[in-house]
């Protein structure tokens, strides 16, 4: 199982906080990607996004970081702390 | 030295962190702090409140990250760093960073490059509360 967290204006958009993916065997950030924009339209337009940052376990990541079973994965709309 | 990085949602006291930074040290001779504080106006909006959601963990760690590079690039002697999550009033502190060394211009440097990278790294996300509705607010100057 994969969790994927999905915080600030995305977690509006995909109207849920966390969605669990069960996968076969390993799987790249970019592949991830996919099967989130098949399963959130809402999402498409902002998750290929350059300003969208991902993290895998909490440590940033890019499209081919590899992602296995119990990893949790983060999708990370720019930052507006401060 | 958990204590002096943290993310919290209770108001916290100027007074207090610097007095904590200054605790470390007797070598201590300058302190420089940065307040962020909740402003009225945003992009020409009027703005009635705030709301920070951060990603619990991730963001902890990314400031103990900033103190640790911090105290190993800048010849500081200490640094603290508090950020508020949650409902913030306008006026309200928001996040607080204390840089300490033993003459001014190195915490000068150092607390300006922490709320830089505070600003670029740290999975906290603003929402103001305008006239139109909730705004998530995507980038900060």
Redesign the interface.
Known sequence: MVTVRFFAMLKGLAKTEVKEYEISGPITVGELKELIKKDFPALAGLIDSRSLLVSVNQEFASRTTPVKDGDEVGFLPPFSGG | MPELVRIQQEDFSIDDEVKKVMAVSKGIGGVTIFL?AGRDFSKGESITGLD????P???E?KLADIRERALRNFNIIEMGIV?RVGKIDIGEN??LIVAASAHRNDAFMACEWA?TE??????????ETTGKGDV?????P
């Not at chain 2, 920070?52 to 990603?55: A, M, Q, R, T």
């Not at chain 2, 505070?118 to 929402?127: A, D, G, N, S, V």
């Open positions: 962020g920070f959601e951060h990603y963990g991730m963001a760690k950020h928001i996040v709320i505070l600003k670029r790294t740290t999975p906290i996300w603003k929402r998530w607010v995507s980038e900060t």
